[in-house]
């Protein structure tokens, strides 16, 4: 279970930050991710392939393809060349292919290799171990149907591109909607016209996609320069209600952050001081102290740093 959820975050829930948006105001423009965003990896590999581990004991790990999922067909058993990802770990762990589990593999032709027919089956994974995606024993279609789902998207222009992924971030496949939120989020393509899907994500069973989506918020609200709509006042709410009741810390400090972002600060300084005294963990009493003392303002607490 660890090893292929903490595969999954590497490739699909990247580090958001801000982005320009197409046609709107924000700072910079799209953004190069690493680890790359799942849409980015697809349309990198030569070959993204489903497969199934012969033998992973030997100089190659020897996988049986189950699928070509997109791109190129390379093949029904191929070598994958990995060892020297076990060269220098620095904390990471070790990668194994253990025989008879399921990855889905993002593959690219190792360059330093001749491309002869005795190599015609040799790849290596694109991206080092970002390469991999293991799959559970259980429920492993969820992420086959979404990378499938992905590689057409991942081929589009820009415009029928962001289209496309507006479209997943309510799909009932919880891949794509992570998928479609980190890779919109890097082409910096969400405006106020998103604030709606977005309040919805805020509530998602995933504690990861609602401080993602936190987050998005709070871009938007900084970027709508002052705004005060009526979906803006709802993002407000959703941030204000995360802060004080998420089950978890990290949600509920980044709804600080996003309810500080709002831009008449008389609205939300009780709140943030209320935070700042009662909420149980020090990450966010901490995180609402920080706002209020740049601010100037008084907490009636000292803010020790988590």
Request: net charge neutral; no cysteine.
């Amino acid at each position: 279970m660890k090893r292929y959820l903490s595969t999954l975050v590497l490739l699909t829930l990247s580090l958001l930050i801000p982005f320009s948006q197409l046609g709107m105001a924000q700072p910079t423009g799209p953004q190069e991710h690493v680890p790359l965003t799942l849409v980015q990896i697809i349309g990198r590999s030569d070959s993204t392939v489903h497969v199934r581990v012969s033998d992973g004991s030997g100089k190659f790990a020897i996988v049986e393809v189950l699928e070509t999922l997109i791109g190129s067909d390379p093949g029904q058993r191929l070598r994958i060349d990995f060892r020297d990802l076990n060269l220098s770990l620095k904390g990471q762990e070790a990668v194994v292919f253990e025989k008879g589990e399921e990855d889905i593999l993002f593959l690219h032709r190792p360059e330093w290799r001749k491309p002869t027919a005795k190599n015609a089956d040799v790849f290596e994974l694109l991206h080092g171990r970002r390469g991999r995606m293991l799959l559970p024993p259980e429920g492993s279609d969820l992420y086959v149907v979404a990378v499938r789902r992905l590689g057409p998207i991942a081929k589009q222009d820009p415009i029928e591109q962001v289209e496309s992924l507006r479209g997943l971030l309510q799909s009932d496949n919880r891949i794509l909607r992570e998928a479609g939120l980190a890779e919109i989020s890097r082409l910096g393509a969400l405006s106020t016209s998103d604030l709606p899907v977005l309040i919805h994500l805020a509530s998602d069973p995933s504690a990861g996609m609602r401080e993602r989506s936190l987050e998005q918020i709070r871009l938007v609200m900084k970027s709508a320069g002052g705004g005060e709509d009526e979906e803006l006042r709802r993002a407000l709410e959703a941030a204000r209600e995360k802060a004080r009741n998420d089950p978890d810390e990290h949600v509920r400090a980044q709804a600080v952050r996003t309810t500080s972002s709002w831009s008449h600060r008389e609205d939300v300084i009780p709140d943030l001081k209320a935070i700042a005294s009662i909420d149980p963990s020090q990450l966010v009493r901490y995180e609402a102290q920080r706002v209020l003392f740049l601010w100037g303002v008084a907490t009636g607490s000292s803010a020790g740093a988590p």
